[in-house]
Nanobody, 126 residues
């Protein structure tokens, strides 16, 4: 069972990136997915989550209106589209999964998630 993030990199302020979280060894159809990030010297913070059915999405206030989470069950992948990036978005971004039979729930608490990826670095700098 693995989650693998990709799509990170260096981008100028105001730019965009799309992160991917690909699952292997299990199907995302029955899993709620969360994105978290950790900047140097700071605790891991919640960014966004999407329910197993994909119908419910929630965002942290700091990214609301700029980031969009989506899920492609056919590709077994979750995406995080990040627009209007700011230097304060610089962090390692992690995706995480929790089996969730209710199709409309997701969570901001990292303690409830079971599987974690290794992370992808996002750096926003001019």
């Amino acid at each position: 069972v693995q989650l693998a993030e990709s799509g990170g990199g260096l981008v100028q302020p105001g730019g965009s990136l799309r992160l991917s979280c690909a699952a292997s060894g299990f199907t995302l159809d029955y899993y709620a997915i969360g994105w978290f990030r950790q900047a140097p010297g700071k605790e891991r913070g919640w960014v966004s989550c999407i329910s197993s059915g994909g119908g419910s999405t929630v965002y942290a206030d700091s990214v609301k209106g700029r980031f969009t989470i989506s899920k492609d069950n056919a590709k077994n992948t979750v995406y995080l589209q990040m627009n209007s990036l700011r230097p304060e978005d610089t962090a390692i971004y992690f995706c995480t999964a929790r089996r969730e039979l209710s199709g409309n729930l997701c969570y901001a608490d990292p303690e409830v998630y079971v599987y974690w990826g290794q992370g992808t670095q996002v750096t926003v700098s001019s």
